[in-house]
């Protein structure tokens, strides 16, 4: 057995530090080895070890892509790797780290033959990182706003400490922000895309591009920047002047579509950002249309009047826009531009015929699908090739999914659709709070991820067709996790670090303006205790909001959009929700966690 000292630190953030850690831990003890870890991140320094600890050690392993502080640790047994090695392989890196320090000659590898001398995992995977590089990237998540940011910075932080000149353009909410020039990427030797979204691309013809996840960048930037600079290709054609492509890579524009494709998760969350802006102005102008004219306000005894006008703007305008929107930017992030009018027109007909969101979903994937395969299939000269995106692809693609939807799958759509929301609709007391119970957990879960995304995104499209309840309890639900962690901090101090304290402040306005990714860094510290108590409270609030028959006609904004009138249909009862769910979080914490020695 081994001795084995370890420091894990992650520019990318707590959540990242604390599983580069984890691996290195459950490695060492696989292996049959004895470690002792230390976890550095910007909530400070978690473990260590002692002096006796240390001069035994048989070799220390740094896996940092940050500043550690290396005072009293020995030069000799010091092995240095990056935590995007650890993760891909920490049994690995244990043993090398052993070989170089030439205690591993009788290690016995997990497979049960003699470790083989391994030698040290590189910084830096590539040859191409290890010169300073001008990036450019976009990050952009579905509803633009947490995970959008928090890549921009772990890329830009991620540049910095690698010596390389980046500037990230957002795709958020509100727009780009810190747009990129043409000049900018005309002079940048590599283009990179953290997004959950579809991202125009145009823009980078013959440019090095490689995509990911906002989630790649926000866990480990400079793993992304190492494999960007080994897998980008050229997108578009012939590289741009002055910009060398990768040796041994095609310039490939219908192969580098391919290879960027994530799945149908990525196609419907594309669908859902762009859908969002009509959610959002159609449900605040129909609830200030109520505020002004009453109930009935879309009565023809109130036309002409401003709430009647703006029931028009809101109904008439916003809500018929959001499924061809949906269906549209499904469409355009499997096919591109060529899906556009295709999807939008399938999405228009699903309206038309009543088979509302599930109708809109199935003839964007149809209309996507159908015009990337006649893309690929369809060959003309060269001289005609450019009647494919502006003629024959919107043509038969609009054909494919209009005569679908007119004719086989729209009154299925539609009687499926009917079915939903009246069992939504005549939903009695109990079965109206499990729905807002299993809503709620979801939206705790994970955080942002998959499952969180597919309850919102059930909630958010059913305001369009008069069942607003779901989105009221997702909402509550999705500001429990942060809100909670913040009260647990004030309340039940001993549990939690001074540097955890501090940040909950920052929390709490998160929470606040319904981003539960503010939660994150405190689950990735000690998750099997914080994501069931989180998942409790915002299950309670979730449950309650069902219960008092809440409903919400906005699908983001937090407790912003409880001053607009008539956004929420009974705003006290709804604060209620919120504040019980977070003091359940909050009472879980204090129970659950465990007290840490106050400095």
């Known amino acids: 057995m081994a001795h084995l000292i370890a420091i894990a630190a992650s520019q990318a953030g707590p959540a990242h530090s604390f599983m580069t850690g984890e691996a290195l831990r459950a490695a060492a003890e696989r292996l049959g080895h004895h470690i002792a870890l230390s976890v550095r991140s910007s909530l400070g320094a978690q473990g260590g070890w002692t002096d006796d600890e240390l001069s035994r050690a048989d070799a220390v392993i740094i896996a940092a892509d940050m500043a550690v502080d290396r005072s009293g640790l020995p030069a000799a047994r010091l092995h240095e790797t990056t935590p995007g090695a650890v993760l891909a392989d920490a049994a690995d890196v244990v043993r090398a780290a052993l070989a170089r320090s030439g205690a591993g000659g009788g290690t016995v590898a997990a497979h049960g033959g003699p470790a083989p001398a391994v030698a040290a995992v590189p910084a830096v995977a590539t040859a191409d990182v290890a010169r300073p590089l001008r990036i450019v990237a976009i990050t952009s998540c579905p509803t633009g706003v947490a995970h959008t940011f928090m890549a921009a910075e772990a890329l830009e932080q991620g540049a910095q400490a690698l010596g390389h000149t980046i500037k990230v353009e957002t795709q958020g909410s509100v727009g780009a922000q810190n747009a990129l020039t043409a000049d900018e990427i005309a002079q940048a030797d590599l283009v990179v895309i953290a997004a959950d979204t579809q ?7 013959g440019k090095r591009l490689y995509a990911t996840g906002t989630k790649a960048a926000i866990h480990d930037a400079a793993a992304v920047f190492a494999q960007a600079a080994a897998q980008a290709t050229v997108w578009g054609g012939a590289p741009a002047a002055g910009t060398a492509a990768t040796p041994g890579v095609a310039p490939a524009g219908a192969a580098a579509r391919s290879t960027e494709r994530t799945g149908p998760y990525k196609h419907l969350m594309t669908g859902v950002s762009f859908m969002l802006p009509f959610v959002v102005a159609g449900g605040l102008l129909i609830a200030l249309a109520f505020a002004l004219g009453g109930i009935y306000v879309y009565d023809d005894a109130h036309q002409g009047t401003l709430g009647w006008t703006l029931f028009q703007i809101g109904a008439k305008a916003g809500f018929t826009l959001m499924l061809p929107a949906l269906a549209g930017y499904i469409a355009f ?14 999405g228009l007909l699903a309206g038309t015929v009543g088979a509302g969101f599930l109708g809109a979903i199935a003839a964007g994937f149809i209309a996507g699908y159908a015009v990337h395969w006649m893309n690929r299939a369809i060959r003309l000269p060269r001289t005609l090739d450019g009647l494919k995106p502006v003629l024959l692809l919107p043509l038969l693609g609009t054909l494919v ?16 659709m009917a079915a939903l929301t009246e069992w939504l609709k005549g939903l009695q007391t109990g079965s109206a709070v499990l729905l807002g119970v299993i809503l709620g957990a979801m939206m705790a ?11 919102y995104v059930f909630s958010t499209t059913l305001i369009a067709s008069g069942v607003a309840n779901p989105m009221a309890a997702t909402m509550a639900a999705g500001m429990v996790p942060p809100l909670g962690i913040a009260l647990a901090c004030w309340v039940f101090r001993s549990r939690f670090s001074a540097e955890e304290r501090e940040a909950s402040k920052a929390v709490a306005v998160l929470g606040l303006a319904f ?7 405190f689950v990735a510290r000690d998750p099997l205790r914080v994501i069931p108590a989180c998942m409790a409270g915002a299950a309670v ?24 009138p008539n956004a929420v249909n009974h705003v006290v009862l709804y604060a209620l ?14 129970v659950l966690k465990r007290r840490v020695v106050v400095a």
């Open 199 to 205: 991202v125009d691309r145009a823009r980078f013809a």
């Open 333 to 346: 992030s499997i096919a591109d531009r060529p899906g556009i009018a295709p999807g939008m027109i399938g």
């Open 401 to 416: 999914v209009g005569v679908l939807m007119m004719m086989v799958i729209g009154k299925p759509m539609a009687g499926v």
């Open 445 to 455: 879960f994970d955080m942002g991820g998959p499952v969180n995304k597919a309850a």
């Open 515 to 521: 981003i539960t990714e503010g939660a994150i860094p």
């Open 541 to 564: 609030a979730g449950g309650l909001s069902m219960m008092w028959n809440i409903g919400l006609q906005a699908p983001h904004g937090g407790v912003f959009v409880l001053a607009i």
């Open 577 to 590: 929700a919120i504040a019980a769910g977070t003091g359940v979080t909050a009472l879980a914490l204090g």
